[in-house]
T-cell receptor
């Protein structure tokens, strides 16, 4: 079945440092890829997505590029802030028998702590 | 858009008791999902509905679990004869349409089984 593997956390950075959180996936077909973020005490929310190979998703300074050849979707940010402290989840969309996206499979999550 | 709401936020119960959780999706969303999340893990898919039809159930959903979505609006998740292993955060999410899986999540119901 489909699966997502994220780098183990926790990740601790100083403010303004460069962030990379690695994500690789195993899937049949051509799923869409997502990063979700969970801030302390809040529900998961979509951070960015990419729907096909070589697409780049971006939001709030975060970026990730759908790399089909390496089955990866690494999350990057050039300069993190204290407010970016959260748990980040990589996810892919499973496809139903008709080839349509219908549910998400998540990685285990990576806790990011940014210190001032 | 009031978001996805879940009730209760927290539930403490004794082993063997039945519990029921409620989820109210975003009003125009036709798809509704239930996920379970344990500490240090990502959300795990349990089941989903398209309108009132339950289209898939994970093997994680034992026969003690049942979910309904009458009239394609709110949904309930019931766990019968709870076990300590059922302790987890139960998340509800909804989405619009069939082409997109942009899920909007609720804040979850934290279940503790003593």
């Amino acid at each position: 079945g489909n699966s997502v593997t994220q780098m183990e956390g926790p990740v601790t950075l100083s403010e303004e440092a460069f962030l990379t959180i690695n994500c690789t996936y195993t899937a049949t077909g051509y799923p869409s890829l997502f990063w979700y973020v969970q801030y302390p005490g809040e529900g998961l929310q979509l951070l960015l997505k990419a729907t096909k190979a070589d697409d780049k998703g971006s939001n709030k300074g975060f970026e990730a590029t759908y790399r089909k050849e390496t089955t990866s979707f690494h999350l990057e940010k050039g300069s993190v802030q204290v407010s970016d402290s959260a748990v980040y989840f990589c996810a892919l969309s499973d496809l139903d028998s008709g080839g349509s996206n219908y549910k998400l499979t998540f990685g285990k999550g990576t806790l990011l702590t940014v210190n001032p | 858009d009031t978001g996805v709401s879940q009730d209760p936020r927290h539930k403490i119960t004794k082993r063997g008791q039945n519990v029921t959780f409620r989820c109210d999706p975003i009003s125009e969303h036709n798809r509704l999902y239930w996920y379970r999340q344990t500490l240090g893990q990502g959300p795990e898919f349990l089941t989903y509905f398209q309108n009132e039809a339950q289209l898939e159930k994970s093997r994680l959903l034992s026969d003690r679990f049942s979910a309904e979505r009458p009239k394609g609006s709110f949904s309930t998740l019931e766990i019968q004869r709870t076990e300590q292993g059922d302790s987890a955060m139960y998340l509800c999410a909804s989405s619009l349409g069939t082409a997109s899986v942009k899920l909007f999540f609720g804040s979850g119901t934290q279940l503790s089984v003593l």
